[in-house]
C-alpha cells in the first residue's frame, strides 16, 4: 500500500498578515479535499511568526499571533529569534501556554527553575493509516542575547543529530524544524542523511521545489507570508520505506481574496492601537524628526540613551526615528509609531584610537540613503549617522564630552545592537560590550519621558 501525506508549512511570517486569510481559507480546503481521499495532512511554522514591530503583535506581546496559530489548526511549530530574543523571559516562558499545537525547540531551556510547559524536544505525529512522523526542531543560537535574557541556547546541530538518532528507530518519517538558515541546513543534511526532509528558516531562502542535500530534501518559503510550502510523501507500507519527497510552494498573492480580509486586517491594527492607548508622560512641546539632520527628536533620544546607560557618548543613525512626537499626551502607541523596531542598546568599550575610527567610520556619504533591510532595522532609509558628546574639532582631535581625548584611554558607547554584527563596523564584533535586554529602545525613550514630565 502506498500511503499519500502531506505537509503545509510556513515560515518568517514576522506578523504581515496581509496574505493571512487567503493562506488559510486555500490551506484548509485543500486538507478537507485529501481528507475525503483518506490523505492526512499536517500544517507547521518553522518560527519567527511574532515581530514586535506590528502593533497588534506589540499589544499582545505574541499571544494574538498563538491565537491565529490555533484558529488557522496548525499542528507543530518552533521558534525563531524573533520569539526568542524579543520577548522578557516571563513573555516567553507564558507565550505559548493556550496553544492547541506543539512547540518543538530542542536546544533552549532556563537558566534556572522548570521548563515552560509547552517546550518539548520532539513530537511524533501519526497518520490515519498509522505512519509515525518524527518531528524534531531547533532555533538558531543567539548566545549572548539568550544568556542575558535567562535562557541557555545550544548549538544546534549537536542537539538535533542526538535526537534524530534517538528517535529514527521509533518512526517512519523524520523531519525537522529548523529556524537555523540555509547554511545550517546544509551542514545538518551532510551530517544527518537519517532526517528525511529539513523544514528552513531564518534566511528567507525560497526553494521553489525544495532542494537536496545528501538525500535529504531542504525547502524555504521566503518571507513575510508571501508563499506557502505543500510537501508531499509517499510511504511504502509494504517496504516500510519512504518511496517519495515533492515540494511545491504556492504564491499567496495570487489566491483569491479571502471575503473581510481587509476588514480583519484593519480589526488587528485597531485592536493593537486600543490596547497601547495607555498615557505614560506629557510632553510641553513638539519633536521634530529629521532623517538627514540632527534634530530635536534626536537630541531627547540621545539623551535618554546617555541617561539609561551611562555611557560616555552615543551614536545612532537618524533613520530609526520614523515619527515625530507631538506635544501633549504621549501614548504607548505614539512611542511605537516612532521605534517600532525590536532593537536592544548595547555599550561597547573602545579606546580612544578605536573611538576615533569608529568616528571617521561614521562619515561614511553613502550610508544616509541606504535602504536597509534586517538587522533587527524596521525604517526605509537608514539616514544620517548621528553621535551625540563625541566630535572632532578643527586640529582633527577627537573631543568627548568636549574634551580631546586619551587615544589610550577606554571610553565607554552606547549604541545599536544591530551595528555589532560586523556589518558598518566590524572593530564591534570582538570589542568588549554589554546588550541591554529585555528593553528595546522605544522603552528607553519611555522611561526618559516619565522623568523628565
Request: one cysteine or more; a negative charge.
Amino acid at each position: 500500500m502506498l500511503e499519500t501525506i502531506h505537509i503545509f508549512h510556513t515560515n518568517d511570517i514576522h506578523s504581515h498578515f496581509e496574505y493571512w486569510q487567503r493562506m488559510h481559507n486555500y490551506i484548509k480546503t485543500q486538507r478537507q479535499e485529501f481528507s475525503k481521499l483518506g490523505e492526512t495532512s499536517f500544517l507547521f511554522d518553522i518560527g519567527d511568526h511574532i515581530d514586535r514591530s506590528n502593533i497588534y503583535t506589540e499589544a499582545t506581546l505574541g499571544k494574538g499571533n498563538v491565537q491565529l496559530l490555533n484558529e488557522a489548526q496548525y499542528d507543530a511549530v518552533t521558534i525563531g529569534n524573533n520569539e526568542g530574543i524579543t520577548l522578557a523571559f516571563e513573555e516567553l516562558h507564558e507565550l505559548y501556554n493556550e496553544a492547541n499545537f506543539d512547540v518543538i525547540v530542542g536546544n533552549i531551556e532556563p537558566m534556572s527553575g522548570p521548563n515552560p510547559k509547552w517546550l518539548k524536544p520532539y513530537t511524533i505525529l501519526q497518520t490515519k493509516y498509522g505512519t509515525k512522523i518524527g518531528v524534531i526542531g531547533a532555533t538558531a543560537i543567539f548566545e549572548v542575547f539568550y544568556k542575558e535574557l535567562n535562557w541557555h541556547i545550544t548549538e544546534p546541530r549537536e542537539v538535533l543529530i542526538y535526537f534524530a538518532n534517538q528517535l529514527r528507530d521509533q518512526v517512519d518519517i523524520l523531519v525537522c524544524l529548523s529556524h537555523l538558515g540555509i547554511t545550517e541546513d546544509e551542514l545538518l543534511a551532510n551530517e544527518c542523511p537519517s532526517i528525511d526532509v529539513i523544514f528552513g528558516s531564518h534566511t528567507h531562502h525560497l526553494f521553489e521545489e525544495g532542494k537536496v542535500v545528501n538525500n535529504v530534501l531542504l525547502t524555504g518559503c521566503g518571507k513575510f507570508g508571501m508563499y506557502t510550502g505543500h510537501l508531499t510523501l509517499q510511504f511504502d507500507h509494504t517496504t516500510r520505506n519512504l518511496v517519495k519527497k515533492k515540494e511545491m510552494v504556492i504564491e499567496n498573492a495570487i489566491l483569491p481574496e479571502a471575503d473581510g480580509e481587509a476588514l480583519f486586517l484593519a480589526n488587528l491594527t485597531e485592536q493593537g492601537k486600543k490596547l497601547l492607548q495607555t498615557p505614560i508622560f506629557q510632553t510641553s512641546k513638539n519633536y521634530n524628526k529629521e532623517w538627514f539632520h540632527y534634530s530635536q527628536l534626536s537630541e531627547l533620544f540621545a539623551k535618554a540613551v546617555l541617561d539609561f546607560t551611562d555611557a560616555d557618548c552615543t551614536m545612532f543613525n537618524a533613520g530609526i526615528l520614523l515619527d515625530s512626537l507631538k506635544k501633549g499626551i504621549i501614548t504607548n502607541y505614539d512611542i511605537h509609531k516612532i521605534l517600532p523596531h525590536p532593537i536592544n542598546i548595547c555599550v561597547i568599550e573602545l579606546s580612544g584610537v578605536e573611538l576615533k575610527e569608529v568616528y571617521l567610520q561614521a562619515q561614511n556619504e553613502q550610508w544616509p540613503l541606504l535602504e536597509l533591510k534586517g538587522l533587527g532595522f524596521r525604517g526605509s532609509i537608514f539616514g544620517k549617522m548621528l553621535t551625540y558628546e563625541f566630535t572632532m574639532n578643527k586640529q582633527r582631535e577627537l573631543l568627548v564630552n568636549g574634551k580631546v581625548v586619551d587615544l589610550n584611554q577606554y571610553y565607554k558607547l552606547a549604541t545599536l545592537d544591530m551595528f555589532t554584527f560586523g556589518y558598518f563596523f566590524p572593530s564591534f564584533k570582538y570589542a568588549k560590550k554589554k546588550y541591554y535586554l529585555p528593553l528595546f529602545l522605544r522603552d528607553i525613550l519611555i522611561e526618559y519621558g516619565k522623568k523628565i514630565v
